[in-house]
């Protein structure tokens, strides 16, 4: 079965092309915050960092981005979202992410913030709960 066939690492239940991929060969823009925080783990599943880049908000992103080979993501948990939705700007969503790193497992667990400019969604920074959005 092709990448495009399979699963989709966001474990929405769709496949990689019916749902991250089409974000990632920028058929589509993800309409919402947590459409985008699932396209931007999916990214880091498939080693994606131009898309990562791409979506990371210009007061923020990095010059550059290594992603580490050594860890494979196997799971993404959407916890909460606050705003985000299609007729918002701004919102946050609240994940854990589990991965495995050299046969050890581990989680990150971030609650992060995104804007939207014009239709596209984009990563700001990652915050603590008692941050206000803007």
């Given at each position: 079965?092709?990448t495009?066939e399979?699963?989709?690492?966001c474990l929405s239940?769709?496949t990689?092309?019916?749902c991250?991929?089409r974000?990632?060969?920028k058929?589509?823009?993800p309409?919402t915050a947590?459409?985008?925080?699932r396209?931007r783990?999916?990214a880091?599943?498939c080693?994606d960092a131009h ?8 007061l ?13 993501w196997r799971?993404?948990d959407i916890?909460r979202?606050?705003?985000?939705s ?20 581990g989680?990150?667990?971030e609650?992060s ?6 239709r ?7 915050v603590?709960?008692d941050?206000?959005?803007r």
């Amino acid at each position: 079965m092709s990448t495009l066939e399979q699963r989709c690492p966001c474990l929405s239940g769709d496949t990689y092309s019916a749902c991250c991929g089409r974000f990632h060969s920028k058929a589509a823009l993800p309409p919402t915050a947590e459409w985008l925080m699932r396209s931007r783990y999916s990214a880091f599943a498939c080693g994606d960092a131009h898309y990562l880049l791409n979506t990371w908000h210009p007061l923020t992103r990095p010059d550059s981005l290594e992603l580490a080979v050594s860890i494979t993501w196997r799971r993404l948990d959407i916890l909460r979202t606050v705003r985000g939705s299609l007729l918002d700007t701004e919102g946050i969503v609240e994940f854990i992410a589990h991965y495995r790193e050299d046969g050890i497992s581990g989680q990150q667990h971030e609650s992060s913030r995104f804007l939207k400019e014009g239709r596209a969604w984009y990563y700001l920074d990652a915050v603590s709960d008692d941050t206000p959005l803007r």
